[in-house]
């Protein structure tokens, strides 16, 4: 049987320190392939390029630049280049933290998350400091989820989102399975001018808060704890649907229904 095929990717760029460790650390596991964007994509979501060529440069043995999005790179390797199909496809290790609401910004999630929608196996990590002092420990941890996800598996239509401490191996208290919490940006908006009088934007001052309740990815890592959460493809809230069941409307109706008749909740 073949070696297990490793598809990794991340959100930093192909020269990215996070990237060289979750490559190195996935070696003894099986055959690992890098396709990683030539550039920082930190915060691009799961935006895909579909308006422009894309490039592909070797630059290694198993490494390759795309110059496009973390989704460009799974996509491309897993439908055209990679020649079979990966068993396990990995984003990161980030620099910094994906916790509660990050997720959807994050360039790292979306990475797994395209690996998730074709059906592989697929798990994002991040570092939570933006300057690690303990690659080697975020290393280890991602070689021993990757491991357990090669062997046991993942649910369907689930992938993983890993946030690792940035302490030694020893200080880590341990891995916590947890849901996501919540993550309130303040989303300040810098105003200012540019050397030629016209005015410019930037979003985002100072340092999000966030709200640290129990079980939360927040609450693990606070705590010294690996965050491991189990991210499903389908943001349906089904708990709501039956709210909604007086729209549930056949074409007559839609266009009697009076638009100004107030709505129980
Ligand atoms: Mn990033």
Not at 20 to 42: K, T
Not at 131 to 137: G, I, L, S, V
Request: proline share 7%.
């Amino acid at each position: 049987m073949d070696r297990p095929l490793i598809l990794v990717t991340n959100d930093d760029g192909v020269h990215a320190p996070g990237l060289a460790v979750l490559a190195s650390s996935l070696e003894g596991l099986g055959e690992v392939q890098v396709y990683a964007p030539d550039r920082n994509q930190s915060a691009v979501g799961h935006g895909i390029s579909l308006h422009r060529p894309l490039r592909v440069q070797q630059i290694k043995d198993g490494w390759h630049s795309v110059d496009g999005t973390p989704t460009d790179c799974v996509l491309l390797a897993v439908k055209h280049l990679l020649g079979r199909r990966p068993d396990l496809v990995v984003s990161g290790i980030n620099n910094g933290p994906n916790l509660g609401d990050d997720v959807t910004y994050s360039g790292t999630v979306a990475g797994a998350y395209e690996g998730m929608l074709l059906d592989l196996p697929s798990i994002a990590f991040s570092a939570l400091s933006r300057e690690p002092n303990h690659w080697d420990a975020a290393g280890a941890v991602a070689c021993r989820v990757a491991e357990m996800a090669l062997a046991k598996g993942l649910p369907l239509e689930t992938m993983l989102n890993v946030n690792i401490p940035d302490v030694p191996l020893g200080a880590l208290k341990g891995i916590r399975p947890t849901h996501m919490g919540r993550r309130r940006y303040e989303d300040d908006i810098i105003h200012r001018e540019d050397p030629r009088g016209v005015s410019y934007y930037w979003i985002g001052g100072e340092e999000p808060k966030h709200v640290i309740a129990d079980g939360t990815d927040f609450d693990a890592v606070e705590n010294g704890y690996v965050s491991i959460t189990p991210l499903h493809r389908d943001l349906t809230n089904y708990a709501s649907l039956d709210r909604f069941e007086d729209l549930r409307l056949s074409l007559p109706e839609f266009f009697e229904a009076p638009t100004d008749s107030p709505r129980k909740n």
